[in-house]
């Protein structure tokens, strides 16, 4: 599964904008958080925090003793706090922010115990976790790896049938979290979004909502009608708008897929 050329390229731009020491720092800490051979949490020492944790709770935030509240990035919220919890084997977390804070307070941060690959990819490694891309596109995009590999392999929820990925047209009323897949049939360009339809009754089929500003900073505006002929994946929160519809606000949101 790859991106579009095009988004790939600009993927990097955005993340090659941060400054060369926060590069360097999040660098080290992807390495942690893929179980990197060699990679440890002293070796992104510079860009962490440690600190107790004294309470799990849902939409998989984390409360640490000194009253911050962390939020596993780029992982849809739909976890249960029990499975969070029993990932957490010591009483201290290493943790690096990866977005700005959350209007809810949160601190959205890849978190990881000393000796360990980071909890975001412990869960999505065993099936128990899907990601949403929302913050950090490298991030995201390792993350996602190891969710295909998840898939492919049945494990954890994908094997039991509560993680799946649903064709776009027609679909069942859905709501919460989910992941599309289906072929571009047409596109649409309004003053407000720019739109991806996957069938020609709206009503009845996916559709996918970007907003100008989005798709002009991802490199998508002009190249929307190359879509179209091609299955993507896609995915978010469902909601009703005349008809299912997703709306993205990150490039990884979006898959071009064989």
Do not use: C, K
């Not at 709770?57 to 739909?78: Q, T, Y």
């Amino acid at each position: 599964m790859l991106y579009p050329a095009e988004l790939r390229a600009h993927i990097w731009i955005v993340t090659a904008t941060f400054a060369p020491r926060q590069w360097l720092r999040l660098g080290a800490g992807l390495a942690v958080a893929l179980g990197l051979a060699g990679a440890t949490a002293e070796a992104a020492a510079e860009a962490t925090e440690e600190a107790g944790w004294v309470a799990v709770g849902e939409a998989l935030v984390i409360e640490l003793d000194s009253g911050e509240r962390l939020r596993l990035a780029e992982l849809a919220p739909e976890v249960p706090a029990a499975t969070l919890r029993a990932l957490l084997g010591g009483a201290r977390l290493t943790f690096e922010p990866v977005g700005a804070r959350q209007r809810t307070g949160h601190l959205p941060a890849l978190v990881w115990e000393p000796g360990h690959a980071s909890l975001q990819a412990r869960l999505v490694e065993q099936g128990l976790a899907q990601v949403w891309p929302s913050h950090d596109a490298a991030l995201a995009t390792a993350l996602l790896a190891l969710e295909d590999a998840a898939r492919t392999a049945g494990r954890g929820l994908w094997g039991s049938g509560d993680f799946r990925v649903l064709e776009a047209t027609p679909t069942p009323s859905v709501e919460g979290f989910a992941i599309f897949r289906g072929e571009v049939v047409s596109v649409g360009r309004t003053d407000r979004f720019l739109y991806l339809n996957f069938g020609a009754r709206f009503r009845e089929s996916v559709s996918v909502r970007i907003r100008p500003r989005d798709g002009r900073s991802w490199g998508l505006t002009n190249r929307l009608d190359d879509l179209v002929g091609q299955r993507i994946e896609v995915r978010g929160f469902a909601f009703e708008d005349g008809g299912p519809m997703l709306e993205l606000d990150h490039p990884a949101q979006l898959r071009v897929v064989d």
